[in-house]
């Protein structure tokens, strides 16, 4: 089992900028890629950014240059960094991991992200 517990959250002008940290714990030697996903009001769950346990990285097209993963193994832990936040990215951005070599994966519990105009 994987725990993983999200961090960062909050309210934020427009303009301005949030790091979001994801913290894993549990079995971690069994987790291959992290990555961050959000879902606005009314909205399905998307995807925003994907690291691989390499460092591989893969991001929705509509948010690369703005938001920037990274990921700490020692410290089991992924960061997303969001620069030049827009009222549309306000949404509960939740942190994935999945497990290597199996279709498991886990979810942390979301941080909510509110982008004030």
């Known amino acids: 089992q994987v725990q993983l517990v999200e961090s960062g959250g909050g309210l934020v002008q427009a303009g301005g900028s949030l790091r979001l940290s994801c913290a894993a714990s549990?079995?971690?030697?069994?987790?291959?890629?992290m990555g961050w996903y959000r879902q606005a009001p009314g909205k399905q769950r998307e995807l925003v950014a994907i690291?691989?346990?390499?460092?591989?990285?893969n991001y929705a097209d509509s948010l690369q240059g703005r938001f920037v993963i990274s990921r700490d193994n020692a410290k089991n832990t992924v960061y997303l960094q969001m620069n030049s936040l827009k009222p549309e990215d306000t949404a509960v951005y939740y942190c994935?991991?999945?497990?290597?070599?199996?279709?498991?994966?886990?979810w942390g519990q979301g941080t909510q992200v509110t982008v004030s105009s």
């Open positions: 994935k991991a999945n497990q290597k070599l199996s279709p498991l994966v886990y």
């Open positions: 549990g079995n971690i030697f069994s987790i291959g890629s």
């Open positions: 690291i691989t346990s390499s460092g591989t990285i």
